[in-house]
């Protein structure tokens, strides 16, 4: 019997291969020598850019984790006996694998409540408001994500209604971007997140069509103090930094714009769009960025796999499919046929 080969078409948006502007600023960026560890002329531009597509003031470092970008982003925001908040079925409480405690060295995580990926706020503010013990790690910091793990996109308002009680206890707030361009591309503004209190954004490249590559951009001018040795005692501080840091010159534009991070973002919210339009199963969440959550059942899953897709069950039950800026129309109509059959 043979088998038909699996296609990873929309397993994840982090199959597809690096976008044309991202190769060539790498191949631009390979020419010469240049310094280490940050310090290079192609780390500099790119900082600067990112900061023009932010309108803010900010240090910039570079990683080729979100994984990593995260848990040392937490370690500024949280001490080892206290813990972040954040939607229990955030990237940093179900996929990561312990990394925010290990790279914490104990720091909690204590997750919330919230439709489709985004937090409730009267959650959030009864989280709180429980008085500290001894014995529970109490809450230092936020931790938001936007697109949602269900691409979900939160509006300036439900975002700024979330950091206000936050910030008025002190605490520190983190924004896990790592589809960022996809919310920028459904209406998100970029440059309100410095107004809004963000402390440490992770501005994503990988699944935005990059090589691995993550922008974690401190806002806080209060984490600039040792930074480059916190980094590199976390292993995180790149010898030849100028291939993390190349990316960025080929995703933004030079006028401060979010050029093709966006555009080809853009591009993937409208291919969801298209599969939601021929998706013959319910589908459970808003379909806002570039993701699909659909309710189907073990056996038809099984089905669609021996027609050759592969894709996940995800956390909630439901099959997700994600697109990306290399998803193309007829990708979609093969699948939308493959659908059609299983159903």
């Not at 408001?129 to 300036?156: I, M």
């Not at 520190?172 to 963000?198: C, E, P, Q, Y």
Request: hydrophobic share 45%.
């Amino acid at each position: 019997m043979t088998q038909t080969a699996p296609r990873y078409d929309f397993a994840s948006d982090n199959v597809a291969g690096a976008m044309p502007e991202v190769m060539e600023a790498l191949i631009a960026a390979n020419a010469g020598t240049a310094s280490g560890y940050g310090t290079d002329h192609v780390s500099l531009a790119a900082a600067d850019r990112i900061r023009a597509a932010l309108d803010a003031d900010a240090q910039m470092r570079f990683t080729a984790s979100g994984t990593a970008a995260n848990a040392f982003a937490l370690t500024l925001l949280a001490a080892p006996h206290e813990a972040v908040l954040a939607h229990e079925h955030a990237h940093i409480c179900t996929d990561e694998t312990g990394a925010p405690g290990f790279f914490g060295q104990g720091v909690g995580l204590i997750g919330l409540p919230g439709a489709a990926g985004r937090i409730e706020l009267s959650a959030l503010e009864a989280a709180l408001a429980r008085p500290e013990v001894s014995y529970n790690q109490p809450a230092n910091a936020l931790s938001l994500t936007t697109a949602t793990e269900y691409g979900t996109v939160y509006s300036q308002a439900h975002l700024e209604s979330l950091i206000a009680p936050v910030k008025a206890k002190g605490y520190g707030v983190h924004l896990d971007g790592a589809r960022l361009a996809n919310a920028v591309a459904a209406g998100f503004d970029l440059k309100s997140i410095a107004k809004m209190g963000v402390d440490i954004l992770v501005m994503g490249g990988t699944k935005a069509g990059s090589t691995p590559t993550e922008a974690v951009v401190f806002l806080n001018p209060d984490h600039a103090r040792r930074l480059d040795a916190r980094l590199k005692h976390a292993g995180q501080l790149i010898s030849k930094g100028r291939y993390l840091a190349a990316p960025w010159l080929g995703l933004l534009a030079e006028d401060g714009g979010s050029g093709p991070w966006a555009a080809r973002a853009a591009h993937a919210n409208a291919m969801a769009q298209k599969l939601a339009a021929l998706m013959p199963f319910p589908i459970r969440h808003p379909v806002e960025a570039n993701g699909i959550f659909v309710e189907m059942d073990e056996p038809t899953l099984e089905r669609l796999r021996g027609e050759g897709w592969f894709v996940y069950r995800f956390l909630d039950g439901t099959v997700r499919f994600m697109c990306s800026w290399a998803t193309t129309p007829e990708m979609v109509e093969d699948l939308g046929a493959a659908l059609k059959r299983v159903a």
